[in-house]
């Protein structure tokens, strides 16, 4: 795929971050479960915070293919890298469903501050059915009353603004679901300790508590019980988010193999020199050019304003289960130095099946396809 020059210029600007503050960091990056504020004020400062923003939002207007393209670059190194570079696309999914005041108040955060518009769907009892929360939002003269708790919410200390579903009934008396935007300082939400997990090193992951957290009557997005509509309507992009995690993390833990493998020696030769591990790497890359390929078709339609239908949930389930495989490839080709953290391998391994059930499971991709594929057969 050949670049064009604002894209070069990202990387190239990236390229420069990664050699001189990431990769000196890189040990205690993927060993220290600790958020590194000082990592997202950097990207702030670099204005990476702004790239699909559009430009008369303070943005730079640039594509979704730019931003894949340094997302992943930037999991080829580090996930949490690469999780702070999409910040700046929550510009653009807040500008899609946002009223004027939640973008008045909200998006300044985003492009200036890189703090991310943070979703706490998921509850102790609603994962995979998101409709089965217990979360409750009630109108309260001018204000919403939100009460909940939210579980395995990411990246909270670097968040700015919540999206948060809560079960609401309408005038008529009718249940549903509807989101808010909710200040993440706001009195009434507060944070638990973050869970000590696999893989996603620094993401902070967690709960977080809504207690009668009172929001002004604006906090609420779009009409009352039409949440569910509006996360909907920002999927497209975010699978393809994560599917460009995923090809990240599979290039990251190829490049590491295949170095140490060109190096390696057993029974006299390089390891690279055994015709079973030249088929492995040859499997590997395919693999990856394929879900890339695929990927940067699919991005490319969305840039050119086009649905992508399902093709979302295509890229989602194959990239993710790639990356497993491929990382968990590379780490057998290194032998049990591939099992040391210290060797850098294996958290692209962990970081590959944390993907594999956020933002939907496979197999709720499985369904979202089949769906599809009756729907278009019938
Ligand atoms: C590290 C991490 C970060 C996360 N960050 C966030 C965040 O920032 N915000 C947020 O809101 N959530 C977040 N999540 C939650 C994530 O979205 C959920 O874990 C995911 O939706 C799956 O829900 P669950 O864990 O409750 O699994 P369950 O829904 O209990 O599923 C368990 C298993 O059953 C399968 N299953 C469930 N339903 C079906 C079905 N209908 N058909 C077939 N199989 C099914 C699933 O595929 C899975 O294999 C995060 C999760 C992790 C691990």
């Avoid at 999914?93 to 973008?103: D, G, I, P, T, Y």
Wanted: hydrophobic share 40%.
């Amino acid at each position: 795929m050949e670049l064009t020059e604002n894209q070069e210029m990202y990387l190239k600007i990236l390229d420069e971050f990664i050699e001189q503050e990431v990769q000196p960091r890189i040990k205690e990056l993927d060993v220290q479960d600790e958020y590194p504020v000082w990592m997202q004020q950097r990207l702030a400062e670099l204005g990476f915070t702004r790239l699909v923003a559009p430009e008369e939002q303070g943005g730079f207007g640039e594509s979704m293919t730019t931003l894949l393209l340094l997302i992943i670059r930037g999991c080829q190194v580090n996930n949490t890298l690469g999780s702070l570079l999409n910040c700046s696309n929550n510009a653009n999914k807040l500008l899609s469903f946002a009223n004027e005041r939640q973008k008045e108040v909200f998006l300044p955060r985003i492009v200036e501050e890189g703090r991310f518009m943070g979703m706490a769907y998921t509850e102790p009892s609603a994962g995979s059915d998101s409709k089965a929360i217990q979360a409750t939002a009630v109108l309260d003269g001018d204000e919403w009353v939100i009460n909940g708790t939210k579980s395995f919410i990411s990246y909270r200390c670097a968040v700015g603004s919540w999206q948060v579903s809560a079960k609401t009934v309408d005038e008529e008396g009718n249940p549903g679901i509807s989101v808010f935007l909710v200040d993440a300082n706001a009195p009434g939400v507060s944070y638990g300790a973050h869970y000590d997990k696999f893989g996603w090193c620094g993401s902070d992951t967690g709960d977080v508590y809504f207690k009668d957290c009172r929001v002004p009557r604006w906090s609420l997005c779009g009409t009352v019980n039409k949440g569910l509509h509006i996360s909907l309507s920002t999927l497209d992009g975010a699978r393809l988010v994560i599917a460009a995690r995923a090809v990240g993390y599979a290039e990251g833990a190829f490049e590491k193999a295949w170095e140490y493998a060109s190096e390696r020696e057993a029974f006299g030769r390089h390891l690279t020199d055994f015709q079973a591990l030249q088929h492995y790497f040859a499997d590997m890359y395919s693999s990856i050019q394929v879900n890339k390929g695929y990927l940067m078709h699919l991005v490319s339609e969305l840039d050119a304003g086009h649905s992508i239908g399902k093709g979302g949930s295509i890229a989602k389930l194959n990239s993710t289960l790639m990356a497993q495989q491929v990382c968990q490839r590379a780490m057998e080709l290194c032998g049990g130095m591939g099992l040391l953290k210290d060797f850098g391998l294996s958290r692209y391994y962990e970081d590959a099946c944390v993907i594999i059930t956020g933002e939907g499971t496979s197999e709720i991709q499985r369904n979202i396809i089949f769906k599809a594929l009756q729907r278009e057969r019938r």
